[in-house]
């Protein structure tokens, strides 16, 4: 037979690897498919103390081996062969002395399940390096197709493209001279939503399917391919790093609601898929868009006001940034976030020691490398107080004032060269000027009797929410004030209502790039002057107002045990 009929079938994951392979310069691009992979027990990298994925190595046959057995599912039953039994499987090759111990179950058990043979003169040839070609084709054989001549082999990169193995995209990734453990990484990722030949499931279905791996982690890989798409539309082709992480900071900001009790939303599916996150899901959210964009971070754990939290860490060039994406904390110190109720091990990370921060809890956007934000402590002596607009470059070294926001600027929207302005209340107009302080013009919403909530603005079109003493309503117009719709609108009142009453109201509106979000409480008012709600809903619909959907609801028992969580650990942490 010939030699490519002997090749090694490879998979998912690494053990130990060998002292004798030979590293190649090779570019860690796929660190984070690696600790998926990790994540999930289909990749172990190289040490035992910490995940060290080793990415420029080569990969041997031995190896090829233990990650195949992972990938498909067999490392369960291959751990379970007797060491007398693994020495009789293995007695047949000459050289089974070289073959490391930690790799003898897995040889035996594919050896003796015919997913592998030896190589010439009955060798296994344990160390020798696996290519590109070798790799593919035995895990094509593994899916269920065949490789059964000279030129499939020497072809069988092209055909897991063909089979939908392997992405196109992915290969653009590959190392084209040397084969390492970078390219198997990509590969692997990529099979885990391939399609097995002899049956209609994807791999990782199939996984799930035979308690392999669990429904969390299946959901997970979800998320990563569903964040990999929204990557590609977030991050536009001129981007810089700071323009980048603004536009990931932004997406989670308007797309995702905060929750602890929807399925996963301490996983990175709560954020992605289901648009509800508690903080963990923020930041690994946060750290995985920032990762796409090659911008260097962690997350970081920690206390907020005595509450366990997490959050970000992000480096730009030697100095390094707090982004808590979950309570719209963007590039602060650690003097400011220490202000705001932040506490963690400080030696545990590095420090941020900047000479500026923009002013936190105010609106804020960032474009062509600069902040802008709005401010009013400046003109403190100034009276009635005045909103201002600013910029700065991130370096904190060139604050320029642009213009004064009159007649108010407490929330600020950029779309194209306009910087979008209002205030919340009864002031009839949402009001825009250039970004170089000129042309200021007023965009009359409403009447008097409808008080703005929020507003922003998307492709010349403002979305916004106004409230009245009988109704709240999310509306849409042009930003010349034409073509005004109501989106979704809900009958309330701001009068106090007798004690009993039942009744609903509307508010947390976020207007994300293709949803727009929002929650409808169910009241009951319990006291004179006290109302509470009973029931969250979680609403969602298109930004045209269609496909209205209810996809998550709080009671107030979940409240209740919400807060009696946070007030335990806050003694526990004062203790």
Not at 274 to 291: D, I
Not at 356 to 369: I, Q, R, S, T
Not at 528 to 549: F, H, P, Q, V, W
């Amino acid at each position: 037979m010939k030699k490519f009929l002997a090749l090694l079938v490879v998979a998912l994951g690494f053990t130990l690897m060998s002292k004798q392979i030979v590293h190649a310069e090779t570019v860690q691009n796929a660190k984070s498919e690696a600790e998926f992979l990790h994540d999930i027990r289909l990749y172990q990298g190289i040490s035992d103390s910490s995940f060290d994925p080793d990415l420029a190595a080569t990969l041997d046959r031995q190896t090829g081996v233990v990650i195949l057995l992972r990938l498909f599912g067999h490392e369960s039953d291959a751990l379970h062969l007797q060491k007398e039994k693994c020495d009789e499987i293995l007695s047949k090759f000459s050289d089974k002395n070289d073959i490391s111990a930690w790799a003898a179950p897995y040889v035996a058990y594919a050896v003796e399940n015919n997913i592998i043979q030896g190589m010439n003169d009955n060798q296994f040839m344990p160390k020798q390096t696996m290519s590109s070609s070798m790799f593919s084709t035995l895990l094509l054989r593994q899916f269920g197709y065949g490789i059964n001549n000279e030129k499939d082999y020497t072809n069988a990169v092209s055909l897991l493209i063909d089979k939908k193995i392997l992405r196109t995209e992915t290969l653009s990734k590959m190392n084209k001279s040397q084969f390492t453990k970078n390219d198997l990484v990509f590969i692997s990722y990529d099979s885990l939503n391939a399609t097995l030949s002899n049956k209609p499931t994807k791999l990782i279905d199939d996984l799930v399917n035979r308690k392999i791996l669990s429904d969390i982690e299946a959901r997970e890989l979800v998320a990563r391919k569903k964040l990999d798409e929204i990557s590609k539309q977030i991050f536009q082709p001129g981007m810089t790093q700071l323009e980048k992480e603004y536009a990931a900071f932004k997406y989670l900001r308007n797309n995702v609601l905060y929750d602890r009790k929807l399925p996963l939303s301490f996983f990175l599916y709560g954020p992605i898929i289901n648009g509800a996150s508690a903080c963990s899901g923020y930041s690994k959210a946060t750290q995985l868009f920032l990762e796409t964009a090659g911008i260097d971070s962690r997350i970081m754990i920690g206390r907020l006001n005595g509450v366990p939290h997490a959050w970000n860490l992000v480096k730009f060039g030697d100095k390094y940034y707090h982004v808590d994406s979950t309570n719209n904390v963007f590039n602060n110190d650690d003097t400011n976030m220490k202000k705001r109720g932040y506490s963690w091990e400080e030696s545990d990370y590095p420090k941020s020691i900047l000479n500026w921060y923009y002013p936190a809890g105010y609106d804020f956007f960032v474009k062509d490398d600069w902040y802008y934000y709005n401010d009013f402590y400046r003109d403190m002596n100034r009276w009635p107080m005045k909103w201002s607009l600013y910029r700065n470059k991130i370096d904190g070294m060139h604050e320029e004032k642009i213009v004064d926001l009159d007649p108010d600027g407490w929330l600020i929207s950029n779309d194209g060269d306009w910087v979008y302005y209002a205030t919340l209340g009864n002031f009839l107009n949402i009001n825009r000027v250039r970004l170089d302080g000129t042309h200021k013009e007023a965009i009359p919403y409403g009447s008097r009797e409808e008080s703005l909530s929020d507003f922003r603005v998307y492709n010349d079109v403002i979305y916004y929410s106004v409230r009245t003493n009988s109704k709240f309503s999310i509306m849409s117009m042009k930003t010349d004030g034409s073509d005004k719709k109501t989106l979704f609108s809900l009958e309330t009142s701001s009068n106090i209502k007798p004690v009993g009453t039942k009744y609903q109201d509307i508010g947390n509106v976020r207007f994300g790039q293709d949803w727009i979000y929002y929650e409808v409480w169910d009241m009951a008012q319990i006291s004179s002057d006290t109302a509470e709600s009973k029931i969250n809903n979680y609403y969602k619909m298109r930004l045209d107002g269609s496909e209205k959907t209810l996809y998550h609801t709080v009671t107030r028992e979940d409240l209740n045990s919400y807060r009696d969580a946070d007030n335990k650990e806050r003694q526990e942490n004062k203790e």
